[in-house]
């Protein structure tokens, strides 16, 4: 069936284009989360405390800028800007690498570098999410966004146990130049694409073009509700996957390694939940998956349990399923029901509301691990996601949503 979809995508101009440079860059991403990680906590003195900050200072520009962000992805050439911001990011991940392979890294130069990085990402992230309605029509973007995720995390699961290995053979530095050269390849295989401007509307200030976004995202109580709830599960999801997880294997020297094999589980969750999202398309899609997505906390729960490894990959699994069924059905959604011209814009409100309190929870993390102990971080990690996952479906048009747009 895959097979299928991507000869019947294929015929899209820049479609392999995309799914090939989204793969390249996970690949990289892979790498990237278990060397970072292990590479602060290498450090002389290093802690869990330094690891929160070092990755805060990647995420807390990305959510601070995302809708200035928004405006600029609304105005120009959305893959210009994917192309411009993966090339230039790739510098600032190279010369975190030089700084590991040369014995010069420190926790103040990570997060300069991640701070920079993060303010590439809050214009790359809305951007991004409109390069591929450019690219195939509404009918066929269900299928194009279960495609475009499969690969992506498929190039992820590779990445991720790849670098487990790197890291623990090398060292965090080259698994980090890889990363490196991932993103500049990326950033040239979209910035190539052969797609159309952006339509000629009349320009009004940023701060007005910021308003009518406003009113398209608030005007939508689906939107909304789905975005509140997701202020604490991105929140809890965040803290687990930058800080808490790669603590909870920090304990010997297998850690990278086994947190790779989670890494592994859950990208390969993911890469199922693309196929369900493929083969099975619901009525309800948002019922759905908001349902699914209380079932990822079965991965908080089993660290928390200090489970054996089996069985922390199986929850990783099952954390993948549930957000890649979310995500599919969510940009699905979101495409089908929000006008192009103010795509990047609403999808800015989105991504600043619902991880509005990632930064804080990253941040939080560390300490909270040390004075409190990491398994009973993750146990509360785990409730959080599960009530604000419940709670959000008390609202009715979240329940009732249908791909079809009706606005």
């Not at 089993?302 to 490894?309: C, F, H, R, Y």
Request: glycine share 10%; proline share 3%; net charge positive.
């Amino acid at each position: 069936m895959i097979t299928t979809q991507l000869r019947e995508l294929g015929v899209y101009k820049g479609f392999v284009s995309l799914i090939s440079a989204r793969f390249i860059s996970n690949f990289g991403n892979g790498l990237s989360d278990i060397a970072l990680a292990y590479g602060v906590l290498s450090l002389n003195g290093a802690t869990g405390k330094d690891l929160s900050i070092v990755m805060f200072a990647r995420l807390f520009p990305m959510i601070a800028l995302m809708l200035f962000g928004g405006v600029i992805g609304d105005r120009f050439k959305r893959n210009r800007i994917v192309g411009g911001t993966d090339m230039l990011g790739s510098l600032f991940v190279a010369i975190s690498a030089a700084s590991f392979i040369f014995a010069f890294a420190s926790v103040p130069l990570l997060v300069v570098m991640g701070f920079l990085f993060g303010i590439l990402n809050a214009m790359w992230w809305p951007a991004m999410l409109g390069v591929l309605p450019a690219i195939v029509p509404k009918e066929k973007l269900n299928d194009g966004n279960a495609v475009l995720g499969l690969l992506s995390n498929f190039g992820y699961v590779v990445g991720a146990l790849s670098g487990g290995a790197l890291v623990t053979l090398f060292g965090s530095g080259w698994a980090l130049l890889v990363d490196a050269l991932s993103f500049f390849i990326a950033g040239v295989l979209v910035w190539r694409l052969d797609m159309a401007p952006m339509e000629k509307r009349e320009r009004a200030s940023v701060f007005t073009e910021l308003k009518y976004g406003w009113f398209e995202f608030k005007s939508r109580s689906w939107v909304v509700a789905i975005v509140v709830a997701f202020i604490g599960i991105n929140a809890c999801f965040e803290a687990l996957h930058q800080v808490l997880g790669p603590l909870a294997f920090n304990e010997n020297s297998n850690g990278p390694r086994n947190w790779s094999f989670n890494l592994a589980g859950l990208t390969l969750g993911m890469i199922c939940g693309g196929v369900i999202a493929l083969k099975f398309v619901v009525s309800r899609p948002m019922f759905f998956a908001i349902v699914v997505i209380a079932l990822s906390s079965l991965w908080n729960f089993s660290l928390a349990m200090s489970a054996p490894l089996l069985l922390t990959m199986g929850g990783a699994f099952i954390a993948g399923i549930a957000l890649e069924v979310l995500m599919v059905n969510w940009h699905t959604a979101m495409q089908t029901h929000i006008p192009e011209e103010s795509f990047s814009r609403v999808s800015a409100y989105d991504a600043f509301g619902s991880f509005a309190l990632a930064p804080l929870g990253v941040v939080a993390a560390g300490p909270l691990a040390m004075y409190y102990g990491v398994h009973n971080i993750l146990w509360a990690t785990g409730g959080v996601t599960v009530v604000c996952a419940l709670l959000v479906l008390l609202v009715r048009s979240v329940r009732n949503l249908k791909l079809i747009s009706t606005d």
